[in-house]
């Protein structure tokens, strides 16, 4: 029979006695008779040396202490079976917690709390001895061998009784005896501290497995954490390698510098481009192979990259090989962030473009020869124009001089028709100067449009078309447009002619500057009630104050190569527009040029002739 | 005595009243049209010993009239006279048959020594 028989034996749940005719609770208990029959002689050491051995279990494996007490029971007793029977937390049964001897299988098994001899005995709180218990509880005639003789003792704790010791004799020959019951009574002691002791230890056993089970929760964190740290370390292993794979075999020069400029690293393409080896590259900063009018703008850039103001910039620039020889490139600079998130290097992303900036340098050569071109042409075509308008009566004056001439040296002199001749003359000359005046005319307000100029709008106009110029020339440009800027009448191209004007001078006049940023202001406000006023500021080289007076003369120029007519013509187109363009010396570096325009309410006419209205003038024609 | 007849076809109006008078006092006969259709619907062309003929001019110009007139038959010399011509204008208009070409504003000098080659003559002042 296994235990798990008694599991499935129904289980009555009450005391009340069945109605088969079930012993009495009195028949099968006989007590008394421990004390009737003879007692046997205490075996004191054999007492002893158990109990010590139950002390230095309960030190040593507390956990398994009663099942050492059974153990000792089962010995000290010279019983067969024995055990200790425990209450259920909910009361309702007892079960067989440890057992030793015939009865071992059936550890784990019990009774019912109301039907059984452990009831029985923690109801009456005194040790009893039984026989044959089954003939009144007829489910323990399945727990075999059967029991001749029960001895039960309750064991307490803080005063309640939970559980019982018990020894059993299935031999009907082994009888229990008084001496039996003061053993099992001594050894029943020694179970409430078992008891006690095995319940902290179920109580530690739920706290270290709640805190195992905390334990393991943590681990279970720990190892993915762990996991992670690993598969990042992978990540970064893996993205180091790439990047290093990057770095080595990229057709892109790729170079870092510290916060000095010095390069740290350069990879072989960069090695390639620039004709220094790593090791000669770290021996130098960024600026020492930076030619030098590149300089000044590359450090304020980095300044301020490294000051936090740009998170990358973009250079293109020249710089000098080994070799002497010069390469264009273009940087791309951003900061590497460290490994204390703040940024010790600057790593630059390094192109060639030689090949596009010659193919560009030559596209504009191109562009400057067929401009040129085709002003000569235009020139050509306006003075042969001309050219035909006048020859027309020059060829009829010079026609009619020779013919005076002949008639004058004629035998006789034909004085009338030498007179009429010369009569022609005259009206031909007039006719000349009524072909020049047509021109004038031609070069003059037939041909201007007068119309609402928003001077915003065509400040917008020239910086498009002058941006790729002004990036070439390194200059950095700042806008600040007045929003309430009212339209002025005028020819909108000839004071685009005057913006562009303005602005390339200023750039030419930081084209030396490398010690400071190129910083040029361009700025429209209202001027006076309603007219407009235009500034282009520069930090460029200036202009001797003993000078100012001669900036606005034809052919007077500073520059090398200027033609010295910007500004003259430029002053005309104001002044035509009834304003003033004018000149003022920075308090700092540079000088700042601009004009004002008064609004006008007539239609302005525009008599000056100049040469930036030639072509308009040649289609005219 | 019977002289050789020049006409000036010239849209200038300078042109037509200077040529003209120059031309009678050279020893020609003259006459001036303003456009190359005025001088083929005039009764001169058959009476015409050469041609004083601008090149550009509304309608017509001097060489579509050269063209026209050699289609034709009538086998006029021809002198140009053009006021916005360049060097390379003369040579084309010599390429293409013209006795001269002469650029405005041009001196009698040089208008003489044109007809002179036109007429065979020398230091015919």
Redesign the interface.
């Known amino acids: 029979m296994t235990d798990s028989a008694y599991a499935e034996c129904p289980l009555p749940l009450d005391n009340s006695i069945p109605d088969d005719g079930a012993a009495s609770l009195d028949s099968i208990v006989c007590t008394d008779e421990l004390h009737k029959r003879p007692s046997r002689e205490p075996e004191h050491q054999k007492e002893n040396a158990a109990l010590a051995a139950l002390v230095v279990a309960l030190a040593d494996s507390p956990s398994t202490i009663l099942q050492t007490l059974a153990d000792k029971v089962l010995d000290v007793l010279s019983a067969d079976s024995a055990g200790l029977s425990l209450l259920t937390k909910d009361g309702k049964r007892f079960y067989w917690a440890a057992i030793a001897g015939a009865w071992g299988p059936h550890i784990g098994g019990g009774t019912p709390r109301n039907f059984g001899p452990c009831g029985d005995v923690l109801d009456r709180n005194i040790p009893m001895l039984f026989t044959h218990w089954e003939w009144r509880y007829p489910y323990l005639g399945a727990a075999l061998p059967l029991a001749e003789e029960g001895l039960l003792v309750p064991f307490h704790v803080n005063g309640r009784a939970v559980g019982t010791i018990w020894a059993i004799a299935h031999n009907v020959e082994r009888k229990f005896d008084a001496e039996d019951l003061r053993l099992l009574q001594s050894m029943g002691r020694f179970a409430s501290v078992a008891y006690q002791t095995v319940e902290s230890i179920e109580e530690l056993k739920l706290e270290v497995a709640a805190r195992e089970k905390a334990e393991a929760s943590l681990r279970e964190l720990a190892g993915s954490l762990e996991q992670q740290v690993l598969a990042r370390t992978e990540q970064l292993r893996f993205s180091e390698s790439r990047w290093k794979r990057i770095f080595d075999n990229s057709a892109i020069g790729i170079a870092a510098v510290d916060r000095n400029g010095r390069f740290e690293m350069a990879n072989s393409a960069f090695q390639r481009m620039i004709g220094f080896t790593e090791e000669e590259l770290k021996e130098k900063s960024y600026i020492d192979i930076t030619a030098p009018d590149f300089r000044a703008f590359n450090v304020s850039l980095m300044a301020e990259l490294l000051e936090g103001k740009r998170d990358q910039f973009n250079i293109e620039k020249q710089c000098r090989r080994k070799d002497g020889r010069l390469i264009w490139v273009r940087n791309n600079v951003s900061l590497l962030p460290g490994a204390d998130g703040v940024p010790h290097n600057a790593m630059s992303i390094v192109e060639d473009i030689s090949e596009r900036k010659a193919a560009e340098e030559s596209l504009q050569q191109t562009q400057a020869r067929l401009s040129h071109a085709a002003e000569i042409a235009t020139a050509a075509e306006l003075s042969a124009s001309i050219a035909h308008e006048l020859n027309q009566p020059l060829s009829g004056i010079i026609t009619n001089a020779s013919t005076c001439l002949r008639m004058l040296d004629a035998d006789p002199p034909n004085t009338d028709g030498a007179r009429e001749t010369a009569l022609r003359t005259i009206r031909d000359g007039n006719r000349a100067s009524e072909v020049i005046a047509r021109l004038r005319a031609l070069f003059s307000k037939k041909n201007v449009k007068s119309e609402c100029v928003d001077l915003n709008e065509a400040v917008r106009e020239v910086i498009a078309l002058s941006s790729s110029r002004l990036r070439k020339d390194q200059v950095a440009l700042q806008v600040s447009f007045a929003n309430d800027l009212p339209y002025i009448n005028g020819n909108r191209v000839q004071l685009q002619q005057v913006i562009l004007n303005l602005l390339q001078n200023a750039s030419d006049a930081m084209s030396a500057v490398n010690d400071r940023r190129r910083r040029l202001v361009i700025r429209t406000e209202r001027h006076e009630h309603d007219g407009v006023r235009l500034s282009v500021q520069d930090v460029g080289v200036g202009f001797d104050p003993d000078v100012a007076n001669r900036l606005f003369e034809t052919f007077f120029t500073t520059k090398n190569g200027g033609m010295g007519v910007g500004l003259s013509v430029s002053r005309s187109i104001i002044e035509d527009h009834g304003g003033r363009l004018w000149a003022a010396p920075n308090k700092g570096p540079g000088a700042t040029f601009g004009f004002c325009i008064p609004q006008q309410t007539a239609d302005i006419t525009f008599e000056s002739m100049r040469p930036l209205e030639l072509s308009s003038v040649a289609t005219a024609l | 005595m019977a002289h050789s007849l020049v006409s000036v076809i010239d849209d200038?109006v300078?042109?037509r009243?200077?040529?003209p008078?120059?031309l009678r006092?050279?020893g020609y006969d003259a006459e001036a049209f303003a456009s190359a259709d005025e001088f083929l619907a005039s009764g001169s062309v058959g009476q015409t010993d050469c041609l004083l003929l601008d090149i550009?001019m509304p309608g017509m110009s001097g060489p579509d009239l050269q063209s026209e007139l050699t289609l034709k038959g009538q086998d006029i010399p021809i002198i140009y006279?053009t006021?916005?011509g360049d060097t390379t204008t003369r040579v084309r208009m010599l390429k293409n048959g013209a006795a001269e070409c002469l650029?405005?504003?041009?001196?009698?000098g040089a208008l003489v020594k044109a007809l002179n080659s036109v007429f065979g003559k020398r230091n015919n002042s």
Do not use: H, N, R, T
């Not at chain 2, 650029?103 to 009698?108: A, E, H, R, T, V």
């Open positions: 200038d300078s042109v009243e200077s040529l008078d120059l006092m050279l550009a006279i006021g916005c650029y405005k504003p041009f001196s009698d």
